[in-house]
C-alpha cells in the first residue's frame, strides 16, 4: 500500500490517511464541524472514518485495520458484531423498528436489569446517558420538593446545562456558550472523596433534592472511591433527606453485572445506565426504587418517542445475556490488568514518567505524573504528549481515546493485547520527549 511504510522491526506504520482526510473534508461542508459530536472535531490528525468493525477490530476506508479500544466511547462491550446481538437485532428491525406502545422486550430487559441490581425495584427506558440523568433529577425533585443538587468536580453526567457545571474547570464565565445564566444558582460542587466537604453543604442547607456522583471516577481519571465513601455518603443522604443518585453509564454492565454497586455494596436511590447494556445500540435506563420511579404516572413527566423500543430492547436482552455468561467479568478484569500492567511496564522500561489506572475493563493512561488518585492529578497530566502518543499508536494500528481512557470488549484477546504493547512500546519511542 502506498500511504505505508515499514520500520526496522518490520511493524506496519500508516504514513497518511488519504481517503480519510477526503472524507472529513466532505463532512465538513455538510456537517457541523464535520462531525457529529463536538469531541470529535479535535482528533488528531484528523477524524478516521471507518467501514466496518469485526470482534476486536476495526477497519477504515483507507484498508487499514485497528485493534479498537474506543469501543464507540464504551457501549460495544462486546466487540463488533457480536453474533447474538447481530440476530436478535436483524430479528427485530423485520418485525418493526418501533410500536410506540408494549412488547415482551421492554419488561424482559427491564427484568434483567433487576436481576443485576436486586435491591432496587422499576426501571424506566430512556435513549442517551444525558436524559437519564435529567429524569433522575426531576425524580428526585419531585420527590423532595427540593431544586438544589450536588456533584463532585469532574464527574460528567451529560451535556445539559446544569449537568455540564463541574465537569472542567472554566477557562470563561460559563460551562459551555449559550448555557442557561442561573445555573450556578442550583448545582453547589464538591471535591471527590471529601466527606467533609459534602456533609458541610447537606448540614448548611435544607434545599438539596440529590447528590450525584459516578461511583468510580470513571471521566477524570479512571479513580476508586476512597475506602468508605460511599457508604459514607449514602449515611450522609439518608441523615438529611437527599435522593443519592449512582451515574453508571459507564461502570453499569462493565465491572460487574450489578455494577459499582454490587462492587462496593453501596445502594442508591437512582441508578443511571447507558453505553454497555445494549451493546452499541442507543439505550439508556433509570433503575430506582418504587416510590421515587412510581411517580411517573402521578404528574412527574418521563417521555421520549424512541423511550423502550423493540430494536434496543432486543439488543439489551442479547447483550446482558452474553454478559451474564460465568466467568465474563473475570476475564475482562484481567484483560483490563494485563493491558495496564503492559502499559506500566512500558512506561519504566521507556524511562517516560506516567501512571496507569484500571478496574475492571477500563484503563487510564496518564504522561508526566506519577499517581492519578485526584481530579487535580488528571487535569495535571501531559495532555500535549500524550495526543502525540495518540496519533504514535493510531499509525501502529490502535485506535484510542483522547485523554488516555482505554476499553476493554469481551473480545480482546491476550494477543490483541500483546500486540498493542508491542505498539506502545514504538508509539513510546516516537515521543519521547
Ligand atoms: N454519565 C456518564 C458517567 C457518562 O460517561 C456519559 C457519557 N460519556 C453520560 C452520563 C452521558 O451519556 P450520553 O453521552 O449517552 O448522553
Request: charged content about 20%; proline content about 4%.
Amino acid at each position: 500500500m502506498k500511504n505505508v511504510a515499514t520500520n526496522e522491526q518490520s511493524v506496519k506504520i500508516i504514513q497518511s490517511w488519504p481517503n480519510s482526510e477526503a472524507a472529513f473534508r466532505r463532512a465538513q461542508k455538510s456537517l457541523g464541524g464535520g462531525v457529529s459530536t463536538g469531541l470529535r472535531a479535535g482528533a488528531q490528525p484528523h477524524p478516521i472514518f471507518f467501514e466496518r468493525g469485526h470482534g476486536s477490530k476495526l477497519w477504515d476506508v483507507d484498508g487499514n485495520e485497528y485493534i479498537d479500544y474506543v469501543l464507540g466511547w464504551g457501549p460495544n462491550i462486546l466487540g463488533h458484531g457480536n453474533p447474538r446481538l447481530v440476530d436478535a437485532v436483524s430479528e427485530q428491525i423485520q418485525r418493526g423498528a418501533t410500536y410506540g406502545s408494549g412488547h415482551r422486550f421492554e419488561y424482559e430487559a427491564a427484568e434483567w436489569l433487576l436481576k443485576a441490581y436486586p435491591q432496587l425495584d422499576r426501571v424506566l427506558w430512556s435513549n442517551t446517558g444525558t436524559e437519564a440523568d435529567l429524569t433522575a433529577l426531576r425524580l428526585a425533585r419531585a420527590t423532595t420538593g427540593r431544586q438544589h443538587f450536588v456533584r463532585f468536580r469532574g464527574h460528567y453526567h451529560g451535556w445539559s446545562d446544569q449537568m455540564i457545571v463541574g465537569y472542567r474547570p472554566r477557562t470563561g464565565v460559563a460551562d459551555t456558550r449559550g448555557q442557561q445564566d442561573d445555573v450556578d444558582d442550583y448545582v453547589h460542587l464538591v471535591p471527590w472523596g471529601d466527606v467533609g466537604a459534602l456533609s458541610d453543604v447537606l448540614s448548611r442547607r435544607d434545599d438539596i433534592a440529590a447528590v450525584f456522583l459516578e461511583p468510580i471516577l470513571v471521566n477524570s481519571g479512571v479513580i476508586a472511591p476512597p475506602p468508605g465513601f460511599l457508604a459514607a455518603v449514602r449515611e450522609l443522604c439518608d441523615r438529611h433527606g437527599v435522593i443519592l443518585i449512582f451515574d453508571e453509564v459507564i461502570t453499569g454492565f462493565r465491572i460487574a453485572l450489578g455494577g459499582a454497586v454490587e462492587r462496593f455494596g453501596v445502594v442508591p436511590d437512582l441508578v443511571v445506565l447507558a453505553k454497555a447494556i445494549a451493546g452499541g445500540v442507543t439505550l439508556s435506563a433509570i433503575v430506582g426504587r418504587a416510590a421515587l420511579i412510581d411517580q411517573v404516572t402521578t404528574g412527574t413527566t418521563h417521555a421520549g418517542t424512541y423511550n423502550g423500543n423493540p430494536l434496543s430492547l432486543a439488543a439489551a436482552c442479547a447483550t446482558i445475556a452474553e454478559l451474564a455468561v460465568p466467568g465474563t467479568f473475570d476475564q475482562l478484569e484481567a484483560a483490563g490488568a494485563r493491558l495496564a500492567t503492559g502499559l506500566r511496564e512500558a512506561l519504566r522500561r521507556a524511562g517516560v514518567v506516567g501512571a496507569v489506572n484500571q478496574i475492571g475493563p477500563i484503563v487510564q493512561c496518564g504522561l508526566g505524573v506519577t499517581e492519578i488518585c485526584t481530579f487535580e492529578d488528571y487535569l495535571g497530566a501531559d495532555v500535549d504528549l500524550y495526543n502525540q502518543l495518540l496519533v504514535e499508536l493510531l499509525r501502529r494500528g490502535v485506535f484510542t481515546l483522547p485523554g488516555g481512557r482505554w476499553y476493554l470488549s469481551t473480545e480482546h484477546s491476550d494477543e490483541d493485547i500483546d500486540r498493542t504493547l508491542d505498539a506502545f512500546d514504538a508509539a513510546l519511542g516516537a515521543v519521547r520527549p
